[in-house]
């Protein structure tokens, strides 16, 4: 896979811990970096990396873990990557071959776009990596760039629609998804996003990005509420007409019946003490090769109105709420799945209809 060496040093930043551990046998052969890689979980796997060096700011990476042929560039990758932008040298990352057939120390050189680079000898080979620095582009100006390569064919596409349709139909409604009436697509529920991310092999790593709290806040509040009639009122019509009436249809499954429910509006006002807002974002990890397959960013405030007359009490929720959408979101946008399934019924809101 040919990337350039700005993407595999963003791709570096997402290095934790004791990671230069995992990189052994690192050297250099022309110019091509050979290193094997240890898993970065707790599988036992090693790897062989390499990255060739192709002119400019780019390489030609392979790796066998199956992340790259997703098109990321994962961790195993960024690692050696990251050690030759150090100028380390290989005995210094495991403490290895130290034989005195050692390769030469490898140099690495950081430039700016507009540098020019030359090895001091022209007979000898140029052994540095450029790392691209960002482009300052004028509002409204545009960069010749080649096309986007398609990483999978349309046969691919629809090999995986099928993939994710067996995973669909093993969850369970009302536990996994559910329905709201006028609604279409089935809402995710928090258990189904949970399936599914064990299903695709990925992890969530939720980040509270801004919160407010006020736990003396006093709020007036003016709410909406709606009282279930036993049956329907006189002179509907109008009252519907008045916007203090609705109905709502449900159809039994099975049957095909239809019942008519009607409910009745009604304002609430008081004063609520406490004001709790968080927003969460939610990533979504490749547990194996640790590649960031998307994120997603969601809220929840104590002034909605399930929450609102006693916000004290519910803190905890609201942080809760911000998780679980953000990682619905998440999971629906990162893997696909928008086009089956909607938000989860906090967000979305059902049609109302009914009959006079």
């Not at 790593?205 to 279930?228: A, F, G, I, L």
Request: charge should be negative; hydrophobic fraction near 35%; aromatic fraction near 6%.
């Amino acid at each position: 896979m040919r990337v350039t060496t700005a993407a595999i040093a963003k791709a570096a930043k997402r290095l934790r811990g004791d990671w230069r551990l995992h990189v052994e046998n690192l050297e250099q052969i022309g110019d091509t970096i050979e290193a094997k890689v240890k898993s970065f979980t707790d599988a036992g796997i090693t790897y062989q990396v390499s990255l060739q060096k192709l002119g400019g700011h780019e390489l030609e990476v392979q790796c066998q873990c199956d992340g790259i042929a997703g098109g990321n560039i994962c961790t195993h990758i960024a690692a050696p990557f990251q050690l030759l932008i150090e100028g380390k040298k290989p005995e210094e990352t495991t403490g290895e071959n130290k034989d005195t057939d050692q390769p030469e120390e490898i140099e690495v050189e950081v430039m700016a776009p507009d540098e020019e680079s030359a090895p001091d000898d022209p007979s000898e080979p140029d052994k540095s990596v450029a790392v691209a620095m960002p482009v300052q582009v004028e509002p409204g100006a545009y960069i010749a760039a080649p096309l986007p390569v398609p990483v999978m064919t349309g046969a691919a596409i629809k090999e995986r629609e099928e993939e994710i349709q067996a995973i669909q139909d093993a969850l369970t409604k009302d536990l996994d998804y559910g329905t709201v009436p006028g609604i279409k697509k089935p809402f995710l529920l928090q258990p189904g996003a949970e399936k599914l991310q064990l299903a695709f092999n990925v992890i969530a790593h939720h980040e509270v990005v801004e919160k407010e709290v006020d736990h003396d806040r006093v709020t007036p509040y003016k709410v909406e509420t709606s009282k279930r009639l036993g049956a329907k009122p006189a002179k509907y019509d109008e009252l519907k007409a008045a916007g203090t009436h609705y109905c709502r249809v449900y159809v039994d499954k099975d049957s095909g019946k239809k019942d008519f429910v009607y409910f009745e509006r009604a304002i609430e006002e008081g004063e609520s003490l406490g004001f709790y807002r968080y927003i969460t974002r939610t990533t979504l990890i490749h547990r194996e090769h640790g590649a960031v397959l998307g994120s997603a960013i969601a809220s929840c405030c104590s002034l909605e109105s399930k929450y609102i007359r006693n916000p004290r009490n519910v803190e905890n929720t609201i942080l809760q709420m911000s998780q679980k959408r953000s990682s619905v979101r998440a999971t629906r946008t990162a893997l696909g799945l928008s086009g089956r399934f909607t938000q989860d019924p906090d967000v979305v809101k059902a049609e109302e209809g009914g009959q006079s």
